[in-house]
């Protein structure tokens, strides 16, 4: 069992920047594929960025291309995503996520993700 623990949610203004953690649990997270997702009110719950296991390969979703950036640092068992240029529509709760099927190349689907962290509130103000 994986445990992933969420980090970094706040309140922004409009054209600032964040930048999430999300800290797993146990020995095998050097071959997670690890995803963010999000949910705003009323909204369902969306793909935001991935990053493969092998060669940190990177997916991410039309809406935060050139304004947000996945990585991880395997020696600390945790993803990071930087936000930069938010919006108000980047409000949400913010999810990670962890893959344990080895995929070269990361996921976009939701089901395909084994583990979930209880999410991160991000505000963004005008």
């Known amino acids: 069992q994986v445990q992933l623990v969420e980090s970094g949610g706040g309140l922004v203004q409009a054209g600032g920047s964040l930048r999430l953690s999300c800290a797993a649990s146990?020995?095998?997270?050097?071959?997670?594929?690890m995803g963010w997702f999000r949910q705003a009110p009323g909204k369902e719950r969306e793909f935001v960025a991935a990053?493969?296991?092998?060669?940190?390969?990177?997916d991410y979703a039309d809406s935060v291309k050139g304004r947000f950036t996945i990585s991880r640092d395997n020696a600390k068992n945790t993803v990071y995503l930087q936000m930069n240029n938010l919006k108000h529509e980047d409000a949400a709760v913010y999810y990670c996520?962890?893959?344990?099927?080895?995929?070269?190349?990361?996921?976009?689907?939701?089901?395909?993700?084994?583990?979930w962290g209880q999410g991160t509130q991000v505000t963004v103000s005008s």
């Open positions: 996520a962890a893959d344990r099927s080895r995929s070269d190349y990361p996921r976009s689907g939701q089901s395909e993700y084994d583990y």
């Open positions: 990053i493969s296991w092998i060669n940190s390969n990177t």
């Open positions: 146990g020995r095998a997270f050097n071959f997670y594929t």
